[in-house]
């Protein structure tokens, strides 16, 4: 039982290049959310998609673009890496309707 | 719009003392309810929903819609409980299945 994965786990980059942080799950949930974790900030929503083909902008779009062909995958994109873009990224899924988000083991990614 | 307060960024506590950590929310609708916690380097994992009024671990919270608020509390502290706790708001109810976190409480129990 797989649940959700995130890859790859560590990532170091370069301000400017693009980089995609993998997400998948394998409870064909219909939710999956993109999330960042900065200190004093707590988590902040970059991203989501209620189901295949359908996404939409969180608290922090901006410098992000995801897509989502399959239900299972949700990869996430910074087109073109900054510092401030250093951070832990989580994502996670949901069944529709009242339910807990499930998490992945998080993407520290930290951008020189 | 939605909003969570957690207005402890760390709170140290001896073992076997009690524990309170405060959340407060503003949302005008019918909110539902979360506690998330993290132990170190690991992922985010559900504590407690306001809704299944369970106690996990010890833990419950209560939701007081007078005062807005869902504290997190626990009689005993104990050394596992240190880790950081989020409080989260889900606004379900009007197609938005979106969750709004506070910035988080590290708590560490003191042996």
């Known amino acids: 039982d797989a649940g959700i994965t995130q890859s790859p786990r560590y990532k170091i980059t370069e301000t400017g290049r693009q980089v995609t942080l993998m997400c998948h799950q394998t409870w064909s949930h219909s939710y999956m959310f993109w999330y960042r974790q900065d200190l004093g900030h707590g988590l902040r929503l970059i991203y989501y998609?209620?189901?295949?083909?359908?996404?939409d902008k969180g608290e922090v779009p901006d410098g992000y673009v995801v897509s989502r062909s399959k239900t299972e995958n949700f990869p996430l994109t910074l087109e073109s890496a900054t510092r401030s873009q250093t951070s832990v990224y989580f994502c996670?899924?949901?069944?529709?309707?009242?339910?807990?988000?499930?998490f992945g083991p998080g993407t520290r990614l930290t951008v020189t | 719009a939605q909003r969570v307060t957690q207005p402890e960024k760390l709170l140290s506590v001896f073992k076997g003392a009690p524990v309170e950590l405060k959340c407060n929310y503003s949302?005008?609708?019918?909110?539902?309810l979360f506690w998330y916690v993290q132990y170190s380097r690991q992922r985010l994992q559900l504590l407690l929903r306001?809704?299944s009024r369970e106690s996990i671990k010890g833990f419950t919270a209560d939701l007081n819609k007078g005062e807005t608020s869902f504290h997190l509390k626990k009689p005993f502290a104990q050394e596992e409980d240190s880790a950081m706790y989020y409080c989260?708001?889900?606004?379900?109810?009007?197609?938005?299945?979106?969750?709004?976190f506070g910035t988080g409480t590290r708590l560490t129990i003191i042996p």
């Open positions: 949302y005008s609708g019918s909110p539902e």
């Open positions: 306001h809704i």
């Open positions: 989260a708001l889900s606004a379900y109810g009007f197609g938005n299945e979106k969750l709004t």
């Open positions: 996670a899924s949901k069944n529709r309707g009242r339910g807990e988000q499930y």
């Open positions: 998609s209620a189901a295949a083909d359908i996404t």
